[in-house]
């Protein structure tokens, strides 16, 4: 059985960015000239269901179409390995438990095996440059790959508090990197010198079908075939079912809020896709669980629920068509869903942690909350009051097409990749 698998990727074209900064757009052409047909390998744990699969779908498929020869991987381990990076993440984010000898050891021999095997693969042919993102793969992409190949880090996850045993084991596996990227300044291990990280903000792809513009009759048109209802104020958070984007705070809030604005509904969409998040399960069915007795709430967890709608599509509708967007992670490297609804002008709740600090200025662009109440109080504010929401929602877009786009991504991507095959390239002349 072969342990990875090449994503194929549609076709991007970097021209139809111009439109949104011509100026970042000429700074990405100069950027890439240097890397033309290097060949780039990316490699992760899934190739759908989450922020890095996200990213990844438009960062190569640009990469490529800017004259790089980029690749992504996706790791086939088995379902035990998972279990166990699942484990990792957890504790990287700041979870109080420990990963035994059993378990380390067993993440060691698998990550070498598929290591191997990659390496088997990749040696064929000439590599420039290798990025592992976060820890699933970590093993993989530094205990083997091509000693002398570059190799970088990208670490998305919200590292503010990562329990520090787990720490001390990955150390030596990540200081075999060139360059560690992170999505926040404070997220650097203080043990990696200044020069070896990187913070490099993630970006939404305004191109990405997602992301485009359509009407409200479009977005309902959607949402009422499924009992979403037009004359009802409407909230949603878009996330995968995880606890450490607190489903059931959402409606606990939801709840709370519903008390003082009686007609309310909310959505949860938590597509359960990522074949590396082995607690899926368990935590849709404790969502289920807390939501049973509330009336206005709708969940959706499995595909076969959207009747042949694309997952894009009706994130899309759910993004357009909901008046307050909720993202009320307790942990968060980023949170694409905060800048995607943003994007489409929505006054979006967020959770005052890592990645959404950086994305909301609290009160000016949205919202940024501590607890439950908190987060009802905020709800019941702006589904009162339109006129305000739709100001905040002004100000949310302008954000995100100054801040957060892919241009601005890729830019600060490619400048990375430059800086480190300049050094290694002096290093070995
Ligand atoms: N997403 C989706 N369908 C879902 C749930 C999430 O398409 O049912 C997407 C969401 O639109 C976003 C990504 O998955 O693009 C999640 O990225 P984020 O950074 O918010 O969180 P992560 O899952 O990486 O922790």
Not at 77 to 96: A, W
């Amino acid at each position: 059985m072969v342990d990875f698998g090449e994503i194929n990727l549609s076709k991007k074209s970097f021209i139809n960015y111009k439109q949104f900064n011509e100026n970042l757009y000429q700074k990405v052409i100069s950027a890439s000239s240097a890397l033309k047909n290097k060949k780039i390998v990316h490699i992760n744990s899934t190739e759908n269901g989450g922020g890095v699969a996200e990213l990844l779908i438009s960062q190569v498929a640009l990469e490529r179409n800017l004259g790089l020869d980029s690749h992504w991987y996706v790791i086939h381990p088995p379902k035990e390995f998972f279990v166990i990076t699942k484990k990792i993440h957890n504790l990287l984010q700041g979870e109080d438990s420990t990963l035994d000898d059993v378990e380390q050891n067993y993440y060691l021999e698998k990550s070498k095996k598929v290591g191997d095997e990659l390496d088997y693969f990749l040696n064929k042919e000439k590599v420039d440059l290798v990025i592992t993102h976060d820890p699933q793969p970590l093993l993989i992409g530094c205990c083997n790959l091509l000693p002398r190949v570059p190799k970088i880090l990208r670490l998305h996850i919200d590292l503010t508090n990562p329990n520090q045993e787990t720490l001390f084991f990955l150390k030596p596996f990540i200081e075999v990197f060139d360059k560690v990227i992170v999505s926040r300044d404070d997220f650097r291990f203080p043990w990696l010198k200044l020069d070896k990280v990187k913070t490099i903000m993630p970006a939404i792809d305004p191109l990405a079908a997602k992301n485009l513009q359509i009407t409200d009759d479009e977005a309902w048109e959607i949402l009422s075939r499924f009992g979403v209802r037009r004359k009802m104020p409407l909230i949603s958070q878009i996330s995968r079912f995880d606890k450490w984007k607190d489903p059931i705070g959402v409606i606990e809030a939801f709840k709370a809020a519903k008390e003082e604005i009686d007609n309310l509904q909310l959505v949860l969409l938590g597509l359960i896709e990522s074949v590396d998040d082995p607690e899926a399960k368990a935590q849709v069915n404790s969502v289920l669980k807390a939501a049973k007795d509330i009336p206005d709430i709708l969940i959706f967890y499995d595909e076969n629920q959207l009747k042949g709608i694309a997952n894009d599509n009706f994130v899309r509708a759910l993004q357009t068509a909901s008046d307050v967007i909720l993202q009320k992670s307790l942990k968060e490297g980023f949170g694409l869903t905060v800048s995607e609804a943003m994007w489409k002008g929505k006054a979006v709740i967020g959770g005052n942690v890592g990645g959404i600090k950086m994305q909301i200025k609290n009160g000016e662009d949205g919202f940024l909350v501590d607890s439950i109440k908190e987060t009802a109080s905020k709800i019941v504010e702006l589904i009162n009051n339109k006129a305000f929401r739709e100001i905040i929602g002004r100000r949310a877009q302008k954000t995100v097409a100054s801040k957060f786009l892919m241009p601005r991504y890729l830019l600060d991507n490619l400048e990375v990749y430059n800086k480190v095959l300049k050094i290694k390239n002096e290093n070995f002349n």
